[in-house]
């Protein structure tokens, strides 16, 4: 009795799992590369839009000093031999009236404790600790993305539990926004093509993240927040 020879599309079913499997990973690494891309682009046009801005004040400079030899010799003056060879009525304001020196910041020493505590909630719920501390080389991407889902979904619910946070900036993403003069630096950081005093107009590349309230758990004296997860023994 002879055997029964496999069809061709019993002998292509093992090829088409392995293709799907490949042109998924294929299309997720294209995904990040995408977005990688546009966030790029939008920085471009970003700055390309700041230059153009320019492009009539420099036009305007460029025919004028042509025209005018005194405008030319006070163009001179200000970028050749400097602001303080300019007359006293023609110097900028803020050549005229030099900012006060600000006092230097003093720096403190941060307690590490809450961090700590914080680092071991996001361990005993998430396994953040156990996942950084792996080394992911010889795995699969599709591997890394089910255990960075078991990851994100501890973690997000440490900091549902014990931080609420929110936006710093309330508008979307890619909206123009303007920075008002005495706006906070550590809340809000321009970024790109930064010339001149504030304000500043631009795109909302990213809204920030604050930390409205903190309610991590009350630790005793006696234990230590170094341990962020205990060795654990089977008997």
């Known amino acids: 009795m002879t055997e029964q020879t496999p069809s061709i599309a019993e002998r292509i079913k093992p090829m ?6 490949l042109l998924r990973s294929a299309w997720e ?5 995408l977005r ?9 046009a970003d700055k390309t839009w700041i230059v153009l801005k320019r492009m009539p004040i420099a036009t305007y400079s460029f025919a004028r000093a042509l025209a ?31 900012p006060l020196p600000q006092p230097a910041a003093k720096l403190s020493e941060a307690p590490p404790d809450s961090a700590l ?20 080389t010889s795995y699969s991407d599709r591997e890394i993305g089910a255990a960075a889902r078991v ?29 008002a003069r005495g706006f906070d630096p550590s809340a809000v950081r321009p ?22 309230e903190v309610r991590l758990p009350k630790v005793t004296g006696s234990r230590d927040v170094s341990i962020l997860a205990p060795a654990e023994v089977e008997l």
């Open 151 to 179: 990851v994100h979904q501890g973690c997000h619910k440490v900091l549902t539990d014990y931080v609420d946070i929110a936006p710093v900036r309330t508008e979307a993403e890619g909206s123009r926004v303007t920075l």
């Open 117 to 136: 505590v914080l680092l071991g909630l996001l361990q005993q719920q998430g396994r953040f600790v156990d996942f950084l501390q792996e080394d992911i």
């Open 16 to 21: 088409q799992a392995r293709l799907k499997v």
């Open 29 to 33: 690494r294209l995904k990040i590369w």
């Open 191 to 212: 970024i790109g093509n930064v010339v001149g005093e504030p304000p500043f107009t631009g795109s909302l590349v990213h809204r920030g993240w604050r930390a409205d």
């Open 68 to 98: 005018d030899a005194r405008y030319a010799r006070l163009l001179t003056d200000l970028y050749v031999d400097g602001v303080s060879s300019l007359p006293s009525s023609a110097r900028p304001a803020a050549a005229r009236a030099a």
């Open 36 to 44: 990688v891309a546009w966030r790029w682009l939008r920085l471009a």
